[in-house]
C-alpha cells in the first residue's frame, strides 16, 4: 500500500513538466513558489487538527522539522529552475534521479540503515533507466536560435542536484517525524505548511504573470491542487509504511512518465534509447513493489497459524 501512494503521487507529479509548458510566460521560481507554497499552505490548513494533537512530538524533534521546512522551500526554486535550464526531460531526470542516492546516504550516516540487495537492484535497474532518458534528451538536440548554451545546461544540472537533495532531505525528515508516532497528516502538514510560508515572499515578488491570464492562473492553481497538495498528501501516506530511500527510488517513474507525457501531449520526440531507459525504470519498479517470500513460507506444516501483513510498528525495506 505504502508503494502504491508513493507511485500514483509519482505520476502526478510528472504532470507538473506539461502543465507548465502551458504557461510559457511564467518564471520557473513563480511555478515552484506557487505550486509547493499554495499547496504545502493548503495541506497544513488540512492537516491543522492533527498537527494540534502532536505538538509534544513535533517539538520533540525540532531540527527534523526545521531541516524539513527549509529543503521544502528550497526544491521546487532548485526543481523548476533545473527544468528551464536544462530542459524538462533533463530536469526532471537529474532532480529525480539524484534523491534515491542522497537519501540512501543520508540514512546510512544518520540512521545506520543497511541497504539490501534488492533496494541496490532497483537502484541500479532505475538510475540506470533515468541515464538513458536523459542521454534521450541529449541526443535529440536543441538546434537554431532557441538552443540552449553549455553553461546554462551545466547550471541547470547542478540545480537538479541541488533539487535531488532536498527532495532527499525532506522526504527523511517527514518519514523520521512519522516513525517517531507523528501522523503522515502532521508531519507533512507541519514540514510544508512551514516551507510554504518560506516560499510566499518569493510568489509575492515573482507571481504577477500568474494573474495576467486566466490559463496562467489555472495552471497555477492545477499545480498547487493536483501534483503538490494531493500528491504529497498520497506521498504523505507511503512514508508512513516505506522508508524514505525506498520512496525516492519509487519516485523514478516520475520521469519516465513525465518522458511519455512529453511524447503525447507536448509533441516531443523520444528515441529508441529513450523508450529503453523507460523499459529499465519499470523493471526497478518491479523489483521494488514485487512481493518479497518470506523465509519458512515452503516448510510451514499444515494447521500452522499464518499471521498476515508484517508485524505491527515494521518497517520492511
Request: with cysteine.
Amino acid at each position: 500500500m505504502g508503494s502504491a501512494c508513493v507511485l500514483m503521487a509519482s505520476v502526478l507529479w510528472a504532470t507538473t513538466g506539461t502543465a507548465a509548458t502551458f504557461a510559457p510566460d511564467v518564471g520557473p521560481l513563480a511555478i515552484g513558489a506557487a505550486a509547493m507554497g499554495l499547496g504545502g499552505l493548503l495541506q497544513a490548513l488540512i492537516a491543522a487538527p492533527q498537527i494540534a494533537r502532536h505538538p509534544s512530538g513535533l517539538r520533540a524533534q525540532p531540527r527534523a522539522v526545521l531541516l524539513g521546512a527549509l529543503a521544502v522551500g528550497a526544491y521546487p526554486l532548485a526543481f523548476y529552475s533545473s527544468m528551464h535550464l536544462a530542459g524538462v526531460a533533463t530536469g526532471t531526470v537529474v532532480s529525480i534521479g539524484s534523491a534515491p542516492l542522497a537519501s540512501a546516504v543520508i540514512e546510512r550516516i544518520v540512521d545506520k540503515r543497511r541497504l539490501t540487495p534488492r533496494w541496490m537492484t532497483g537502484a541500479a535497474l532505475g538510475l540506470s533507466g533515468t541515464v538513458l532518458l536523459c542521454a534521450a534528451e541529449a541526443a535529440g538536440g536543441h538546434a537554431g536560435p532557441g538552443a540552449r548554451s553549455a553553461g546554462a545546461t551545466m547550471l541547470g544540472v547542478g540545480l537538479g542536484l541541488v533539487a535531488g537533495l532536498t527532495y532527499a532531505l525532506y522526504s527523511w525528515a517527514a518519514h523520521r517525524l512519522i516513525s517517531r508516532g507523528v501522523t503522515s497528516g502532521a508531519a507533512m502538514g507541519t514540514i510544508f505548511g512551514l516551507g510554504g510560508v518560506l516560499l510566499v515572499p518569493v510568489l509575492l515578488v515573482t507571481g504577477a504573470p500568474l494573474l495576467e491570464s486566466w490559463s496562467h492562473a489555472a495552471v497555477g492553481a492545477y499545480m498547487a491542487l493536483v501534483p503538490m497538495f494531493l500528491g504529497y498528501v498520497l506521498f504523505g501516506w507511503g512514508l508512513a509504511r516505506v522508508p524514505a530511500s525506498r520512496a525516492t527510488t519509487l519516485s523514478l517513474l516520475e520521469p519516465a512518465v513525465a518522458a511519455v507525457l512529453a511524447v503525447l501531449v507536448v509533441g516531443e520526440r523520444l528515441p529508441a534509447l529513450g523508450w529503453t531507459g523507460i523499459a529499465l525504470v519499470v523493471g526497478c519498479l518491479t523489483v521494488l513493489t514485487t512481493p518479497a517470500r518470506r523465509p519458512g513460507a515452503r516448510t510451514r506444516q499444515k494447521g500452522t497459524p499464518v499471521r498476515l501483513g508484517p508485524a505491527p510498528g515494521r518497517v520492511e525495506t
